[in-house]
């Protein structure tokens, strides 16, 4: 299967139903008044974490969501039916973040787990909400509210209990198919692993974990060269690291600087990834070359107080004995949580911009922008065809002032003034 690790999508909430404009006709009770009901609520976005999914693939095919508008209001105060959520399914691991910014807006780790990245509007308010003492008959309603829009970036990063780390062409991809039922391909080049690949270990002792075959490592990882970043962000989250070198030397590298290499990258890269739990293993013991190797590499384990294996992939020498141990610390270390590598940020589904606060901009074309996230809901959910409403948000235009913050960035008779999706033509 194809592996999709980063995508990027475009969400909107549904809008809210709208309001009824309406009044009571019925026999005897000749001034019934106004009984418009509210609009429905429109869908919000949820992210659900599946447990059927292991990547990001399904976006490819499918980058816009939409979820539903909520039904209108009806006589009699009948208000519209709120909308069901816009549900849309992601694999454990994705981390969600507003294309923008770059804030993350959920860290989905858990089955079942769920975020609403984006709030469906309210329905907008029937007649019946605007009667006053005043206005005994108000004939305006409120369209409803639109939903938010987001431009949002995917990012998986698995979620395996084991990752491999090591230079290209140490053998991860052979030992991972030799203790798994994953079969990565494998060639004598490198990079042949190009994307993750997760194996399920079933060992002797009736235990099971999740191991990760990640695209090798290179000096300079942790500043982008190579694979760099798209390789690290997947092993973030592993509980332990299974050190890979090439005890061999066949590629002309010393194992030892290998070794110190990747740990420079990891630790660029992240403190908390450095300090995980680190197994030591020397692969392709089978070949003559790795007797010269593997003394430096035991006194190296001795000196990093690290675990040391030493087996071959190819041969399977020594790989049960790894794997066994590897299901044993593991269950030892089981109620350890590894704390996501990601900052969370608190979500604020309201703007930036405060309730009050009104900003004045000029676009290219010399034309006003109001920019106020209420005054932009209200344009948005106003009736201009119905002079109440339009006398209603007249009244609201001159409680902000707006008029006065117009005049003081040079505004003059005819120019255009853009408030959301509308647009108006000032006049004194």
């Known amino acids: 299967m194809q592996f999709i690790d980063r995508v990027k999508i475009s969400v909107k909430a549904g809008d809210g139903g709208n309001g009824k404009s309406a009044f009571r006709h019925e026999k005897y009770i000749p001034k019934g008044g106004p009984s418009g009901g509210d ?18 693939l399904n976006f490819r095919y499918k980058r816009n969501f939409k979820g539903d508008k909520g039904g209108n209001g009806d006589v009699k105060n009948q208000y519209g039916r709120a909308a069901e959520p816009c549900i849309i ?26 975020a609403i990245i984006a709030k469906g509007g309210r329905g907008g308010r029937g007649n019946a909400k605007f009667k006053t003492s005043s206005r005994r008959a108000p004939t305006f309603a409120e369209f409803g509210e639109p ?14 209990d084991v990752g491999l780390v090591g230079y290209p062409s140490v053998g991860k991809s052979s030992l991972i198919s030799v203790v798994s039922e994953a079969r990565p391909e494998i060639a004598d080049y490198h990079f042949t692993t190009l994307t993750p690949v997760l194996g399920v270990v079933k060992t002797d002792y009736e235990k099971s974990f999740v191991i990760a075959d990640i695209p090798g490592l290179i000096e300079g990882a942790a500043d982008g060269v190579g694979l760099g970043h798209d390789f690290l962000r997947h092993i973030e989250r592993t509980k332990l690291i299974l050190h890979i070198v090439d005890a061999s030397g066949i590629e002309g590298r010393d194992p030892v600087d290998d070794f110190y290499k990747i740990n420079v990258e990891l630790k660029k890269y992240s403190d908390k990834l450095s300090d995980r739990t680190q197994i030591l293993v020397a692969n392709k013991i089978d070949l003559p070359s790795a007797n010269e190797n593997l003394p430096k590499l035991e006194q190296l384990a ?12 190819v041969t399977h020498s020594g790989v049960d004995e790894l794997m066994n141990y590897v299901a044993m610390w593991l269950d030892e270390h089981a109620e350890e949580i590894i704390e996501p590598i990601e900052e969370v940020k608190t979500f604020n589904l309201n703007d930036e911009i405060s309730a009050d606060f009104v900003e004045i901009k000029r676009n290219d074309a010399g034309d006003f922008i109001v920019i106020n996230k209420n005054i932009e809901k209200i344009v948005a959910m106003t009736n201009f065809d119905n002079d109440e409403g339009l006398r209603r948000f007249q009244y609201i235009w001159k409680m902000k002032n707006i008029d006065s913050l117009l005049k003081e960035r040079g505004i003059k008779e005819g120019m255009t003034v853009h408030i959301g999706d509308m647009e108006f033509t000032w006049s004194e």
């Open 39 to 56: 609009g429905g609520r429109g869908a919000d976005i949820v992210f659900v974490v599946d447990k059927n999914l292991n990547t990001l």
């Open 302 to 313: 001795k000196k990093e107080c690290l675990k040391f294996f030493k087996i071959s992939a």
């Open 89 to 114: 399914k992601v694999p454990a691991g994705t981390i969600i973040k507003d294309a923008s910014t770059g804030e993350v807006l959920a860290d989905l780790t858990k089955i079942d787990q769920q």
């Open 147 to 160: 939903g938010e829009s987001k431009e949002l970036l995917l990012e998986l990063k698995l979620l395996a």
